[in-house]
């Protein structure tokens, strides 16, 4: 969405990833601007898909150029709008999702109700609305909630390395001999 958007060419984005670009201009806008149908509401699974939710963003950006008689690539009028709603929309959608997993683990007792804790981490894990929505999913289902720092959600690799550190520390399989091993995170 960033891209298509053409976010770089945003003043007070041209030096940001897409995800932070959205996050920062959504700020500002009113997502009740512009509603996209939230993905798979028809299906009762835990799934997540975010492209036909791509597809609704997309065919709203071709109306708004359209309208406002611009080419592909020039910024909109109504970008932070379109960034708000498209960041709430994807949010709820997570969200969604992932209390259906929470309830889908409980029932199936592949997590006990007790001591039950949800971990978000990666990308989306630095996006701010997102963390703060499933903050407030786990607060209201019993959930602890634990999150990486935000300077550590930027990439999957640090994500990766950062579970194979703790696996290494807590002797889960990682290796059968941690002689002669020095590890530093950073």
Aim: with cysteine; glycine share 8%; proline share 3%.
């Amino acid at each position: 969405v960033a891209r298509r958007l053409s976010l770089r060419k945003h003043p007070e984005c041209h030096s940001m990833a897409g995800g932070k670009a959205i996050e920062h201009l959504a700020q500002t806008g009113n997502r009740q601007r512009h509603t996209f149908r939230l993905p798979l509401q028809q299906y009762r699974n835990c799934d997540f898909s975010f492209s036909g939710l791509q597809n609704l963003v997309n065919n709203a950006i071709i109306q708004k150029e359209k309208e406002e008689g611009i080419q592909e690539g020039e910024i909109l009028s109504c970008v932070k709008d379109i960034a708000a709603a498209v960041q709430h929309a994807v949010a709820v959608h997570i969200i969604q999702r992932t209390y259906r997993a929470m309830l889908f683990c409980i029932k199936n007792s592949i997590l006990s109700s007790r001591n039950a804790t949800l971990v978000v981490s990666g990308g989306v894990a630095s996006n701010q609305y997102i963390r703060k929505g499933l903050q407030t999913l786990a607060d209201a289902n019993d959930f602890a909630f634990l999150c990486p720092p935000p300077r550590l959600c930027t990439d999957n690799g640090v994500m990766i390395a950062w579970n194979g550190i703790e696996r290494l520390r807590a002797g889960l399989g990682v290796l059968h001999s941690t002689d002669g091993i020095r590890y530093e995170p950073k």
